[in-house]
């Protein structure tokens, strides 16, 4: 089975080459490397010319309008049943695509796997320790299921689609939000589902000017957006619901949600001194009645939360994807 490796590049010199040796040592399959120069003004070009000498790899050339529409542009030039996402700065495994051309053999309800990762360079800040934990804590289908509110569950460049799933979710799309993201939202709103390899297959680098932390679409608003959206047209939308949270972070969800007609019942909150939040009613956790019709929002921003709302929840016999869902 051919692979397609999904590479799109821009000004990407110092990272290029080490990003295209890894690709191209890939163990045990027949793969593509299908290039999308995105408008390079540094000498990305001529690393990927040369590159071409190998007939495994073809460059297309972009218009530099962003990496949606490179993403778009060098899919609609692969001709694999699988399309491997790769980024020009990340490192990876020699045997990344065996792998992960395994298990989507395995487990045919799988649209996209990934895998565990590894930032780089070392030490990290604690904010982005804190990402690597979480994303190697959501491994199968149920983990990255249950916590595709809080953030992406797989990492962007460590995926592997069948490109039939990529085709029945529209192709990667631009709406004012993290594309990826977006992207895996939508393959399980079709019925598709993510896992990963567990095993550590991407060196994930991180840098001032990378993407996610540069462009406006990662920033914190998009993304509260992008939950409430999904939130509305899937699991809210024949469903009544509550916010565990009433902070800034729960009232945020709240005033997103209200934009598609969804209000919650009320909120519960460990602060008794909280009475309102955006016109519902405050009331203490204490106060969570078991699990009914209502789906529980969980919408808390400080570490460590999320371990301590699931202990509570667990004592009142809530089930995490069924009864309730973080989202943040």
């Known amino acids: 089975m051919l ?9 990407a010199q110092a990272t290029l080459s080490e990003a295209l040796d890894g690709v191209l040592a890939q163990e045990g399959v027949e793969l593509e490397l299908v290039c999308v120069d995105d408008g390079s003004s540094d000498g990305t070009r001529d690393i990927l010319a040369k590159a071409s000498r190998d007939r495994r790899v073809r460059i297309v050339q972009g218009a530099g309008r962003g990496l949606v529409e490179a993403l778009n542009l060098g899919l609609a030039h692969c001709r694999g049943e699988l399309i491997a996402r790769m980024d020009a700065d ?33 030490p990290l800040t604690p904010g982005l320790a804190r990402l690597e934990q979480w994303l190697d804590e959501q491994v199968t289908a149920q983990q990255c ?29 631009d709406h004012g939000w993290a594309e990826d993201w977006d992207l895996f939202l939508r393959l399980i709103e079709h019925g598709f589902e993510l896992a990963k390899v567990p095993e550590i297959l991407l060196w994930w680098r991180d840098s001032p000017e990378r993407l996610t932390r540069t462009g406006a679409v990662y920033r914190a608003d998009p993304m509260v957006r992008l939950r409430a959206h999904y939130l509305a047209r899937g699991p809210l939308r024949d469903r009544p619901f509550d916010i ?30 909280k ?20 789906l529980l929002l969980c919408a808390v921003g400080a570490a460590g939360a999320r371990e301590e709302i699931r202990v509570m929840l667990a004592a009142k016999r809530y089930r995490e994807g069924r009864d309730y869902l973080f989202a943040a």
């Open 3 to 11: 692979i397609s490796v999904l590479l799109p590049a821009r000004n």
């Open 90 to 122: 990340d490192l990876v495994h020699p045997h990344r695509l065996r792998l992960q051309a395994g298990l989507l053999k395995a487990e045919p309800a799988l649209g996209a796997v990934g895998s565990l990762v590894r930032c780089f360079p070392r």
């Open 145 to 173: 299921r249950d916590a595709r509110f809080v953030e992406s569950p797989l990492v962007h460049p460590s995926a592997t689609f069948r490109r039939e799933a990529l085709q029945r979710a529209g192709g990667w799309q």
């Open 244 to 273: 565990c949270g009433a902070g800034p972070t729960g009232k945020r969800l709240a005033r997103a949600l209200e934009l598609h007609e969804k209000r919650p019942r009320c909120f519960y909150d460990i602060d008794r001194r």
């Open 275 to 294: 009475l309102l939040a955006r016109g519902a009613r405050v009331l203490h956790a204490s106060e969570l009645p078991p699990p009914g019709d209502a």
